[in-house]
């Protein structure tokens, strides 16, 4: 005796697609995936490419290096260097968390910045960029 099943759909014209389908959702299903597909870092990308656009976050680390660490003497040290340009500055590396506003209770007030740890291993990658781009340099 013969039974046929009534199919909503007429098996020639999907019957290729059910069955490459259906291979591909079991070969999908029963192999394990050895390597995910990898996408650049993009909070750190991003990072650095605020960091390099800004033209004076680069000075701002060297001034800190050296031992100046107060809004006034930063801007009194570098030429062209402007206090709201400084505070643009500033408030995007305490943004990324490199920079830390450390505030005393005086009269005057007082106000110094310090790097963070954070912006301690920040500012050594950024480094290791510059070495690269050297080497880069010296080989053509």
Avoid at 48 to 54: A, D, F, L, R
Avoid at 87 to 94: A, E, P, S, V, Y
Wanted: aromatic fraction near 12%.
């Amino acid at each position: 005796m013969d039974v046929h099943y009534k199919s909503r759909y007429p098996v020639e014209k999907y019957a290729q697609f059910s069955v490459v389908g259906t291979y591909w959702y079991m070969l999908m299903k029963t192999k394990e995936k050895f390597i995910s597909r990898k996408s650049a870092p993009e909070r750190s990308a991003r990072m650095v490419e605020t960091i390099y656009g800004c033209k004076w976050s680069l000075t701002v680390y060297q001034l800190l290096a050296n031992g100046i660490n107060r809004p006034g003497a930063m801007v009194r040290s570098v030429e062209g260097l402007t206090t709201k340009v400084l505070n643009t500055c500033l408030q995007k590396n305490i943004k990324f968390g490199i920079l830390e506003r450390v505030t005393y209770n005086e009269v005057p007030p007082r106000v110094e910045y310090k790097v963070t740890q954070f912006g301690t291993k920040f500012i050594r990658i950024l480094d290791e960029l510059e070495k690269l781009q050297i080497e880069i340099e010296n080989e053509l």
